[in-house]
């Protein structure tokens, strides 16, 4: 242990855990990391090889006999009716069936929607009725035959601290200096500090900010491979990363039908994943958004106040040097067109994704760090507790440029880097000062990009300026943008009228003409780009149409390797996957990889495959199968280069609680169980 690691046994002891460890197991398998370090506390706390080895054997005993991987679902269900009761680690959803008035549990990957609970299980914890927790749960089998269900909980334990000492966290936190608590925080997150500027340090201490200071409006655009969605999905159970296409008022904000508030009203932070891809359905939502990101309340026909930071991350695909040197493109050019300059002035900081390091194993740490969960509820606990504002107000001197939501914007940011970085106590003046010229650039790229895109004066003033301790102004700059004329003095265009709402009509144009040598350095990206991304349970907006329809271009041939696509529903499914390729219109041919439990199962899929063959030739569509007795991978390829990779395969959807409910029949509307999507591109064509 180095001298850091000696300080945080020391002052947090059974808080830290050795992020080695964690690295280890979390390449083998896809749990998220506050389970494993869950366990990995239990079993390996301590600096013994021989122990720490034995922890680890007993850490992945327990995964592999307590956590359920989709395809295990009808074993899982098996053993429990085999031994009476079992323990699984799971996340697990309650929800009220009003019909039936009483509530039901579910496992996610248990897959049974009818598990009975008791109420002492869930009354205390809101989250646990939107959106789920991951717990340590023993399922049991009801042999009453009476009984409407085969499965009730027995026992439920939160995998999540059960009492958090604020007072303990702050004395802690006094044994070191400002330093050696961001390193602290960066091994935390399982990052090396020693391999990080001081100011990519920063940057990521600022993608923490929105855990802990309320009402917080983030935005990061970057390159692929940068971890912008990891610190939302995995490091705190009071975040939550949605994907753009579920961007719904209803799911949001609130739900008129049922009067209940959305998400918003049950998680610290709401992320919204591959930001690009946003589609919003209904034009209230931008303005419920807007109203929200100004003030953190709206109306919908009641009041709704709620303390969510909105978090937004993306990809930008240009060259960063060459937008700031544009006179035609931004900063903001991945966002969808309904995010107007409303919306991106609500924004309190946008961090510069394209300066953070690509993930790789260089950048890990092997050292200590806290307990993800704990460091988590440090800042829950801030987030609902601590209120900066005034202290932030008090103590800092802005330039005469900074206007009403410029000066709001860098105090909220600053708020956050207090938090995070002085608890308790108040930093010196030199490090404050870090904090405020950091929270201005932050928002003067903001600034900077609305000034590009105004064809008038109105966010002209974008000289963000501060007075340091010393007395004397200190103008900010962009490091990517000092010298960008184009972007400091951007030329005024006069916009037509049809024009007026969306200059990316302008850009659409002059992407389709030849390149001309004002625009040739900054080509937009191929229409079709990688994605990677998570369907997370109960989301809806996703059929494989949606999902990989737009990869079958030109495409004449389609490879499904799936080892299950054996039961009823999964063969469905295979058939809706090929009415996909079929209403595209150029496949030719569909081969499938898969596997089968034994020859009874066998001789029922392939009369079901048999028929759906013969229904293929009538659309000119040859199909064939193939058996492989260990199948693992789950990939569709097309011989376009694209692959598609979905963690559970094809069986991606809820069984529908009634076949006459939306969503029995069109799939955009069925909720979906979670899993893990990546569509990439490959250099040879597929073959079988």
């Given at each position: 242990?180095?001298?850091?690691?000696?300080?945080?046994?020391?002052?947090?002891?059974?808080?830290?855990v050795r992020k080695d460890l964690l690295h280890r197991i979390k390449k083998g398998t896809n749990v998220p990391t506050f389970v494993l370090e869950f366990l990995?506390?239990?079993?390996?706390?301590?600096?013994?090889?021989?122990?720490?080895?034995?922890?680890?054997e007993a850490v992945l005993a327990t995964l592999q006999e307590n956590y359920v991987r989709p395809n295990e679902a009808n074993a899982a269900q098996s053993r429990?009716?085999?031994?009476?009761?079992?323990?699984?680690?799971?996340?697990?959803?309650?929800?009220?069936?009003?019909?039936?008035?009483?509530?039901?549990?579910?496992?996610?990957?248990?897959?049974?929607?009818?598990?009975?609970?008791?109420?002492?299980?869930?009354?205390?914890?809101?989250?646990?009725?939107?959106?789920?927790?991951?717990?340590?749960?023993?399922?049991?089998?009801?042999?009453?035959?009476?009984?409407?269900?085969?499965?009730?909980?027995?026992?439920?334990?939160?995998?999540?601290?059960?009492?958090?000492?604020?007072?303990?966290?702050?004395?802690?936190?006094?044994?070191?200096?400002?330093?050696?608590?961001?390193?602290?925080?960066?091994?935390?997150?399982?990052?090396?500090?020693?391999?990080?500027?001081?100011?990519?340090?920063?940057?990521?201490?600022?993608?923490?900010?929105?855990?802990?200071?309320?009402?917080?409006?983030?935005?990061?655009?970057?390159?692929?491979?940068?971890?912008?969605?990891?610190?939302?999905?995995?490091?705190?159970?009071?975040?939550?990363?949605?994907?753009?296409?579920?961007?719904?008022?209803?799911?949001?904000?609130?739900?008129?039908?049922?009067?209940?508030?959305?998400?918003?009203?049950?998680?610290?932070?709401?992320?919204?994943?591959?930001?690009?891809?946003?589609?919003?359905?209904?034009?209230?939502?931008?303005?419920?958004?807007?109203?929200?990101?100004?003030?953190?309340?709206?109306?919908?026909?009641?009041?709704?106040?709620?303390?969510?930071?909105?978090?937004?991350?993306?990809?930008?695909?240009?060259?960063?040097?060459?937008?700031?040197?544009?006179?035609?493109?931004?900063?903001?050019?991945?966002?969808?067109?309904?995010?107007?300059?409303?919306?991106?002035?609500?924004?309190?900081?946008?961090?510069?994704?394209?300066?953070?390091?690509?993930?790789?194993?260089?950048?890990?740490?092997?050292?200590?760090?806290?307990?993800?969960?704990?460091?988590?509820?440090?800042?829950?606990?801030?987030?609902?507790?601590?209120?900066?504002?005034?202290?932030?107000?008090?103590?800092?001197?802005?330039?005469?440029?900074?206007?009403?939501?410029?000066?709001?914007?860098?105090?909220?940011?600053?708020?956050?880097?207090?938090?995070?970085?002085?608890?308790?106590?108040?930093?010196?003046?030199?490090?404050?000062?870090?904090?405020?010229?950091?929270?201005?650039?932050?928002?003067?790229?903001?600034?900077?990009?609305?000034?590009?895109?105004?064809?008038?004066?109105?966010?002209?003033?974008?000289?963000?300026?501060?007075?340091?301790?010393?007395?004397?102004?200190?103008?900010?700059?962009?490091?990517?943008?000092?010298?960008?004329?184009?972007?400091?003095?951007?030329?005024?265009?006069?916009?037509?009228?049809?024009?007026?709402?969306?200059?990316?009509?302008?850009?659409?144009?002059?992407?389709?003409?030849?390149?001309?040598?004002?625009?040739?350095?900054?080509?937009?990206?191929?229409?079709?780009?990688?994605?990677?991304?998570?369907?997370?349970?109960?989301?809806?907006?996703?059929?494989?149409?949606?999902?990989?329809?737009?990869?079958?271009?030109?495409?004449?041939?389609?490879?499904?390797?799936?080892?299950?696509?054996?039961?009823?529903?999964?063969?469905?499914?295979?058939?809706?996957?090929?009415e996909t390729a079929v209403r595209r219109g150029t496949i030719k041919k569909i081969s499938l990889v898969t596997s089968f439990e034994d020859e009874e199962q066998?001789?029922?899929?392939?009369?079901?495959?048999?028929?759906?063959?013969?229904?293929?030739?009538?659309?000119?569509?040859?199909?064939?199968?193939?058996?492989?007795?260990?199948?693992?991978?789950?990939?569709?390829?097309?011989?376009?280069?694209?692959?598609?990779?979905?963690?559970?395969?094809?069986?991606?959807?809820?069984?529908?609680?009634?076949?006459?409910?939306?969503?029995?029949?069109?799939?955009?509307?069925?909720?979906?169980?979670?899993?893990?999507?990546?569509?990439?591109?490959?250099?040879?064509?597929?073959?079988?």
């Amino acid at each position: 242990m180095d001298a850091l690691d000696q300080k945080l046994n020391s002052a947090f002891d059974g808080k830290v855990v050795r992020k080695d460890l964690l690295h280890r197991i979390k390449k083998g398998t896809n749990v998220p990391t506050f389970v494993l370090e869950f366990l990995l506390a239990k079993y390996c706390a301590s600096n013994d090889p021989d122990e720490i080895q034995a922890g680890m054997e007993a850490v992945l005993a327990t995964l592999q006999e307590n956590y359920v991987r989709p395809n295990e679902a009808n074993a899982a269900q098996s053993r429990v009716a085999r031994l009476g009761k079992h323990r699984f680690i799971d996340k697990v959803h309650v929800r009220y069936v009003e019909k039936e008035k009483r509530h039901w549990a579910a496992l996610e990957n248990f897959d049974s929607q009818r598990i009975a609970i008791n109420e002492r299980f869930y009354k205390d914890i809101d989250r646990i009725l939107e959106g789920g927790i991951w717990a340590e749960v023993t399922l049991s089998h009801n042999d009453v035959e009476e009984d409407d269900f085969a499965f009730y909980v027995e026992e439920l334990r939160p995998i999540q601290l059960s009492k958090f000492d604020f007072d303990r966290y702050c004395q802690g936190r006094n044994e070191f200096s400002r330093d050696e608590w961001i390193d602290a925080i960066l091994r935390s997150v399982g990052l090396e500090p020693t391999k990080l500027s001081k100011r990519v340090k920063l940057h990521f201490i600022a993608r923490l900010a929105p855990l802990a200071e309320p009402n917080f409006n983030f935005i990061e655009l970057g390159p692929r491979g940068t971890g912008k969605s990891y610190f939302f999905s995995e490091f705190s159970p009071y975040s939550t990363l949605v994907s753009g296409g579920q961007a719904t008022k209803a799911a949001l904000f609130y739900n008129n039908a049922r009067r209940k508030v959305g998400l918003i009203g049950f998680w610290d932070t709401v992320a919204f994943d591959e930001v690009a891809g946003i589609r919003v359905r209904d034009p209230d939502a931008i303005q419920i958004m807007k109203d929200f990101m100004a003030n953190g309340r709206f109306s919908r026909g009641v009041e709704v106040i709620a303390d969510a930071s909105l978090a937004f991350v993306g990809n930008i695909d240009l060259s960063v040097d060459q937008v700031v040197n544009s006179t035609v493109y931004d900063l903001f050019q991945p966002l969808p067109p309904e995010f107007d300059l409303a919306v991106m002035d609500r924004f309190a900081c946008y961090l510069p994704g394209w300066e953070m390091p690509k993930n790789s194993s260089e950048f890990l740490t092997n050292n200590f760090g806290f307990i993800t969960d704990y460091l988590a509820e440090a800042f829950h606990y801030l987030f609902n507790h601590s209120n900066r504002y005034e202290e932030v107000t008090k103590r800092i001197r802005l330039g005469s440029q900074v206007e009403g939501r410029d000066e709001k914007s860098i105090k909220k940011t600053i708020c956050g880097f207090l938090k995070i970085l002085h608890p308790v106590g108040t930093p010196s003046n030199e490090e404050f000062d870090e904090y405020v010229e950091y929270a201005v650039e932050g928002r003067r790229r903001i600034k900077e990009q609305m000034n590009k895109r105004k064809p008038d004066d109105e966010f002209a003033r974008i000289n963000l300026s501060f007075f340091r301790a010393d007395g004397n102004e200190a103008i900010v700059w962009c490091p990517e943008s000092r010298t960008a004329a184009a972007t400091q003095q951007p030329s005024r265009r006069i916009l037509q009228m049809d024009q007026q709402s969306n200059v990316r009509e302008t850009l659409r144009q002059r992407a389709e003409k030849p390149a001309s040598s004002s625009i040739a350095a900054v080509e937009p990206a191929a229409e079709l780009a990688e994605r990677h991304f998570t369907i997370f349970y109960g989301d809806t907006g996703y059929s494989y149409d949606s999902v990989l329809g737009d990869y079958l271009a030109n495409a004449k041939e389609m490879v499904v390797e799936d080892p299950y696509v054996r039961l009823t529903h999964q063969v469905n499914n295979f058939v809706r996957l090929c009415e996909t390729a079929v209403r595209r219109g150029t496949i030719k041919k569909i081969s499938l990889v898969t596997s089968f439990e034994d020859e009874e199962q066998r001789r029922d899929v392939e009369a079901k495959l048999a028929d759906l063959a013969q229904s293929l030739l009538e659309f000119d569509v040859v199909m064939d199968w193939k058996i492989k007795g260990a199948l693992q991978d789950r990939e569709i390829r097309f011989d376009n280069g694209w692959v598609v990779k979905i963690g559970r395969g094809l069986d991606i959807y809820q069984k529908p609680q009634s076949w006459f409910e939306l969503g029995a029949s069109d799939l955009n509307l069925r909720k979906c169980l979670e899993t893990k999507v990546d569509v990439f591109r490959v250099k040879s064509s597929t073959g079988n």
